[in-house]
């Protein structure tokens, strides 16, 4: 855009506030998007490039509208400083009666309050849908406390965020192995510690099958006994299990829960992430007295500038 093109709107202003006081200016100029910006949202863009808090009311007089190159606002500074972060949604759907780990119900997903038995509560023309869902807490893709294995472990509430949100990510990848049990080695040219350690087995293309619930890929002891000593963030798979479900002392639980290390089990679409550059999020919600909840795991990958 040619600074022809461009235009500046110049007016006088009147703010009241709704804890008292008041604010005017003359002759101040803005940014705009072009000439037929409204009264009204000249004084929304007043108001965010001062940062005005608190405003009950803003008048604005003697509109002028200027043919001139922009000088850059709070308000449009949106056009030149923009996120160029993707987010990537790593968590399967929960859906009414779903099987995620074989043996376990699926979620029953109702009504508290229907739309329709809500309009007996409200005037007419609104109404609302209070949901209900009863399920384990093993379902879809979640995250494992340590109280899942320990009785003196941290529950979901006392779970740190710093381990769960905006945490350095680095995918580990296996797919292809002709070996389930995934060893140390594979993670020994990577700088684990710290980091939101992601196992892309590519064993999700099997969720919602049969196939998904035997013969998965896991940790083997040894491997998560490493890891344990690293101290990653958290460590998660894309995978039915993070253990080998056949093996009752659920090595890789124990050694990784037991050192205080979330793990996030059935995640999806880690081929969408790189090795490196990305950071992780999968908070639970924060129950006390629970060891076990989904959550939505995401990256965003890219930078903010």
Request: glycine fraction near 10%; aromatic fraction near 8%; include cysteine.
């Amino acid at each position: 855009m040619s600074d022809d093109d461009q235009w500046r709107v110049q007016f006088d202003a009147a703010v009241t506030f709704a804890n008292g006081g008041a604010l005017q200016a003359q002759d101040f100029r803005l940014d705009a998007a072009g000439p037929q910006i409204t009264a009204a949202a000249v004084g929304e863009l007043f108001v965010r490039h001062l940062g005005l808090l608190m405003v009950d009311r803003v008048d604005i007089s003697n509109m002028l509208m200027l043919r001139e190159a922009h000088k850059g606002s709070r308000a449009t500074a949106g056009a030149e400083h923009r996120r160029t972060r993707a987010i990537v949604d790593l968590s399967h759907v929960i859906r009414q009666g779903m099987v995620t780990y074989p043996g376990l119900p699926g979620p029953q997903i109702g009504d508290h309050l229907s739309r329709e038995a809500s309009r007996d509560h409200y005037e007419p023309g609104t109404e609302f849908s209070i949901n209900s869902i009863s399920m384990v807490a093993n379902t879809g893709t979640y995250v494992d406390s340590p109280f899942h294995r320990f009785a003196g472990g941290a529950d979901l509430a006392a779970l740190p965020l710093s381990r769960l949100t905006d945490v350095d990510g680095v995918v580990v990848r296996t797919v292809g192995s002709s070996e389930r049990a995934i060893e140390r080695g594979v993670f020994l040219p990577y700088d684990v510690a710290g980091k939101a350690v992601l196992i892309h087995t590519g064993w999700d293309r099997n969720w919602g099958t049969e196939r998904y619930g035997s013969g998965h890929p896991f940790l083997s002891a040894d491997a998560a006994k490493w890891l344990a000593e690293q101290q990653p963030a958290l460590v998660g798979i894309d995978s039915l299990n993070i253990d080998d479900t056949d093996d009752g002392t659920r090595p890789a639980h124990t050694a990784l829960l037991d050192a205080g290390i979330p793990i996030v089990e059935h995640l999806r679409g880690l081929e969408q992430l790189p090795a490196y550059g990305f950071r992780f999020h999968a908070a639970p919600l924060a129950v006390e007295g629970m060891g076990t909840f989904p959550v939505r795991a995401c990256a965003l990958i890219g930078e903010e500038h």
